[in-house]
Structures are given as C-alpha cells and as structure tokens.
C-alpha cells in the first residue's frame, strides 16, 4: 500500500500515525500548518525514544519508524502520491467537512478517502462535503498500538473499491474489521455511552463512589478500565455531544444524566482538564 496521510496532530492522529510507521507505511502527518505538524511529529519521536529507553524498541526499528514518518500542512501537495487519507480532526462536522471536500479537491480520483469519526454519521459528512459514496468510517481505537479492532462504517451504496481499500489499511495495520450500521454512535460508541451514563447516574444517585463503581466492572467483569475512568480519558465534553446527539434523534435513553452537564458546565472535563470523575496528572495518570 502507498503513504498514509493523516489530518489531525491529536491523540487519535499521533497514535495512528506512529502505528502507521511502525507497521512499515510511509506516513505523512499533516497540521493546520507545517509548525503544528512537526510538533505532532516530535511527539511521536519521544514515543519512540521512551519505547527505546524501556527496551521495548531497538535503536535500527526507531530509526527506520523516523524515516518513515514526515510532517506537512494540509494542501494540495502534501497529497501528491499519498493512496490514502485518514481524517482524524475532533468530533465536529464544522472542523470535518471542508478539509474533507478539500481533499477530495485536491486528492487523485483514486485517493482512498477516510474519516476517523467514532459518531457522525457517515452518509451526512460525505454528502456534506460533496462525497455521497465515496467516503467511508475508520474508527481506530486510542492507543492505536495496543487495540487491534477498527470499527468501519459503511453508508448504503459505497461501491466496493472504497471498502476494499479500506480493509487493506486495516490489514497493514493488523486490526481486525467489525463493519457496522452507518448511524448515529455507530456501535462502539453506542455501547460505550450507555454504560457510561448508567454509571454516571448511579454516582448522581449516590449508589456509591466512582472509584468503587468502575471497581465492580473492572475486579466483577474483568473490564481493563472502569466506564468512569474510560468517560475521563474520552473526554466528557465529548460524551456529553454524543449523548446529546442521541437523544435529540428521539433515543430518550441517551439523555445526559445533570450531573455531567454540571461537570462540563464547570470545565472538569476529563483527564485533558485535570479533573473530571477523577483526578489527573498532566501526563495523563491518576492522581
């Protein structure tokens, strides 16, 4: 397969770009401009360098990831010979609908178009941006390295190229594919959200604390992280929009729970901010 582009220096774009190079892609990150993808960049060479302290990678691997992996500003040439575009911008149809029609403007006809959403409806993004058919979802799961599923959703009518196309990228990067429904919150979100906010509403109730709630998914059903924790690290800001998304399509059992608009309201958004239904340090440990 030729050079991944990836839009988007965040958390989903720097851990699939640094699983793109390691998986031996060339990997093209790409900013709002070229300062703001060097730094995503960097980021990820300090991935590398901690992997490389801890014994985890070899000198040779880190150089060869480093060679594979560049930086440039989202224009028409930094997609000149790239195969395919993952659009990895937060979940915002205002942020993703114009770079989207961009690059179908300036991609090749072939350009394997792809969006990063966990939430939005594909079909609305595509017919949005002028990509009715073409356009297809790559949920990727954060840390890309260490979760070996991609979600793809699939709107009614894409022709199989695009599908096929998108399938070889998950078998570059070793994830297995579960193709769903295009709808609102797919499948994995869906899930997610409502034990979420079931959880939310039974510290709400004062059933019992956070730490002891996620303590009966993780030590009870041997979840690797609590659905409080997991709200945290997503972001509740993020959970609140999906949530809200929801329920204003008539499902009355995504309604958002007051206690996480109170939080929101209030900035403690999850472990970005610091505080959410835990405390956080800034490089993303409890506290």
Known sequence: MGPLAILGPGALGLSTAQWSAECGLATRLLGRDLEHAQAGVCEIHRRWQRSCAKGRLSLEARDRCMERLGAA?????????????????????????????????????????????????????????????????????????????????????????????????????????????????????????????????????????????????????GHPIGPLELSDRIGLDLRLRIAEGLAASGEARFQPPALLRTKVTEGNTGSKAGQGFFGWEPQGNRT
């Open 73 to 221: 500003p989202f224009t028409a040439s930094a997609l000149e010979g790239v195969s395919a575009l993952l659009e990895a911008l937060p979940e915002d149809a205002g942020l993703k609908v114009p770079v989207l029609a961009s690059a179908a403007l300036w991609g090749s006809s072939d350009l394997l178009l792809l969006t990063g959403t966990s939430s939005l409806p594909v079909s609305g993004l595509a017919r949005q941006s002028g990509l009715a058919g073409r356009l297809v979802g790559f949920h990727l799961f954060v840390p890309v390295p260490r979760m070996g599923v991609v979600e793809m959703a699939v709107p009614t009518g894409t022709p199989p190229v695009w599908v096929d196309g998108a399938r070889a990228l998950a078998q570059v990067l070793h994830k297995r594919v579960v193709q769903v429904r295009d709808q609102p919150g797919f499948a994995a979100a869906r899930m997610a959200l409502a034990l979420g906010l079931e959880a939310i509403r039974l510290v709400e109730a004062g059933v019992a604390s956070a730490e002891d709630l996620d303590a009966l998914m993780t030590l009870g059903y």
